[in-house]
């Protein structure tokens, strides 16, 4: 199975600032990484995929970047509804695999 | 509007076999795949199984011989049974929709939390 490697773990940051979260596979995947954003209450949301595709309704300061087995999700302007739990998962290959997760807390 | 929804029971005791339903809406069975994913309290997530639009099945190799999917068309709903639950099978499942030949997901449901306790 892919391994998919996140950094950091937890990040703190503020409204309007920019942020950037890795994400790393153990092989190559080509372009195939998705970013989902997790809160409590609501259902898991899909941000982007094939590594810079973004789903429709996500804001265009989400983006995604990065092939091979180095992918990165950058928010700029940070808006307050934007904290949560971020994962990055490799859909090149069976079984889809996810990253631990990235926490962004509000500073 | 696409909509995913998982039930089943929130207490199931250790050795005993699990039971959820994932009733979809807004789009059809023989259209797309539907895969169950967990996540343990506090921890990541888990892709367990998928049933494709033709009605094949893919399962993780690390649940395969506990695991099965299935599906009720007529009903929308998709089934997964999981026996000889541990404890660490406690987790929350979701049931998502999986898009395209590559398997990310574009709608999820909101989970049901499964605990595995005496």
């Known amino acids: 199975d892919v391994q998919m490697t996140q950094s950091p773990s937890n990040l703190a940051a503020s409204p309007g600032e920019s942020v950037s979260i890795n994400c790393k596979a153990s092989?190559?995947?080509?372009?195939?990484l998705a970013w989902y954003q997790q809160k409590p209450g609501k259902a898991n949301k899909l941000l982007i995929y094939s590594g810079s595709t973004l789903q429709s309704g996500t804001p265009s300061r989400f983006s995604g970047s990065g092939s091979g087995t180095d992918f990165t999700l950058t928010i700029r302007n940070l808006e307050p509804e934007d904290f949560g739990l971020y994962y990055c998962?490799?859909?090149?290959?069976?079984?889809?695999?996810f990253g631990a997760g990235t926490k962004l807390e509000l500073k | 509007q696409v909509q995913l929804k998982e039930s089943g029971p929130g207490l199931v005791q250790p050795s005993q076999t699990l039971s959820l339903t994932c009733t979809v809406s807004g789009f059809s069975l023989t259209s797309y795949t539907v895969s169950w994913v967990r996540q343990p309290p506090g921890k990541g997530l888990e892709w367990i199984g998928a049933?494709?639009?033709?009605?094949?099945?893919d399962y993780n190799s690390a649940l395969k011989s506990r695991l099965s999917i299935s599906r009720d068309t007529s009903k929308s709903q998709v089934l997964l049974k999981m026996n000889s639950l541990q404890t660490e099978d406690t987790a929350i499942y979701f049931c998502?929709?999986?898009?395209?030949?590559?398997?990310?997901?574009?709608?999820w449901g909101q989970g049901v939390m499964v605990t595995v306790s005496s």
């Open positions: 092989k190559s995947i080509s372009k195939y």
């Open positions: 049933i494709w639009s033709g009605g094949s099945t």
């Open positions: 998502t929709r999986a898009r395209g030949i590559r398997g990310f997901f574009d709608y």
């Open positions: 998962q490799q859909h090149n290959e069976y079984p889809p695999t």
